[in-house]
Nanobody, 119 residues
Framework: QVQLVESGGGLVQAGGSLRLSCAASGRTFSSYAMAWFRQAPGKEREFVAA????????YYADSVKGRFTISRDNAKNTVYLQMSSLKPEDTAVYYC????????????WGQGTQVTVSS
């Protein structure tokens, strides 16, 4: 069982930066694939970024490539999402998710943190 708690959301002006954090419980954090998703009002949840346990494989949605960076600190059981050059269309609730690498779906989800980008 893994519990995830996001933090770091808030209100920022367009062009600004934020760093989201996701603290995970459980001793096997380092063996999980971690990801960030987001859901804007009236829209479906969408994939943002992911990384495999060994950290060398990173994946990004086209809409955030070059602006967002996912990283993890296994010693702190924490995954981060550094967001730069933020745009109003990045406004959404951001969710952290985790899964065993053998799983086809993300099994564990955080409660979400709101990111609002003003124009």
């Amino acid at each position: 069982q893994v519990q995830l708690v996001e933090s770091g959301g808030g209100l920022v002006q367009a062009g600004g930066s934020l760093r989201l954090s996701c603290a995970a419980s459980g001793r096997t954090f380092s063996s999980y694939a971690m990801a960030w998703f987001r859901q804007a009002p009236g829209k479906e949840r969408e994939f943002v970024a992911a990384m495999l346990p060994w950290s060398s494989a990173l994946y990004y949605a086209d809409s955030v490539k070059g602006r967002f960076t996912i990283s993890r600190d296994n010693a702190k059981n924490t995954v981060y999402l550094q967001m730069s050059s933020l745009k109003p269309e990045d406004t959404a609730v951001y969710y952290c998710a985790a899964k065993d690498v053998a799983s086809t779906e993300y099994d564990y989800w955080g409660q979400g943190t709101q990111v609002t980008v003003s124009s």
